[in-house]
C-alpha cells in the first residue's frame, strides 16, 4: 500500500489538494458526460446536433472543420471519456494513487474532444486539476517521514 492509500501518512494540505483535484475533474467528466446523454439521444433520434440554450452542444467545432461528423458513436466514445475522468476524480476524493493514474489517463483521453467539440471550460478545468496534482505531490514530497 503507497503513502497516497493511507491519508494519514500524507500531509493535510496534500490531501486537501488531491480532494479538490478529484472534486474538479469530477465536475468536468460528469457536467460534459451529463449534457452528452440528451445530445447523443438528440442525435440518434433527429439526425442533427442538439441546441441548448442557442447553443450547438458538442457540434459545429473544430471537428467538423476538419471533417470528422459528429455522429453517435463519436458521442458515445467522448461519454466513455467523461465517465473515466469522473472515476478518476471520485477516487482522488478518497484519495487513491489509482485516481491520480485514471484521472491524468482521463484528461489524456478527453483532450482530442475537448479540442474537437470546442470547450474552452474544460480546457481551464483540466488545468485547475494538473496544478492541484502537482501542489499535492510536492506538499506530500515535503511532508516530514517517519524515523527509524
Do not use: K, Q
Not at 51 to 60: L, Q
Not at 83 to 103: C, E, K, M, N, W
Amino acid at each position: 500500500m503507497s503513502t497516497v492509500d493511507r491519508p494519514g501518512h500524507l500531509s493535510p494540505s496534500a490531501v486537501w489538494a488531491l480532494r479538490l483535484a478529484g472534486l474538479s475533474a469530477l465536475v468536468n467528466g460528469a457536467g460534459f458526460g451529463a449534457f452528452d446523454v440528451p445530445a447523443i439521444w438528440h442525435l440518434a433520434r433527429d439526425h442533427e446536433v442538439w441546441y441548448f440554450a442557442s447553443n450547438p452542444t458538442y457540434g459545429n467545432g473544430p471537428f467538423e472543420a476538419h471533417g470528422i461528423t459528429v455522429s453517435v458513436p463519436v458521442l458515445v466514445a467522448f461519454l466513455g471519456t467523461c465517465l473515466a475522468l469522473a472515476v478518476g476524480g471520485a477516487l482522488l476524493l478518497v484519495p487513491r494513487t489509482s485516481g491520480v493514474v485514471v484521472t491524468l489517463a482521463g484528461v489524456v483521453m478527453c483532450a482530442p474532444f475537448w479540442w474537437g467539440f470546442d470547450l474552452p471550460f474544460a480546457w481551464f478545468n483540466a488545468a485547475i486539476v494538473l496544478v492541484l496534482l502537482a501542489m499535492a505531490w510536492v506538499a506530500g514530497r515535503m511532508a516530514p517521514r517517519p524515523g527509524p
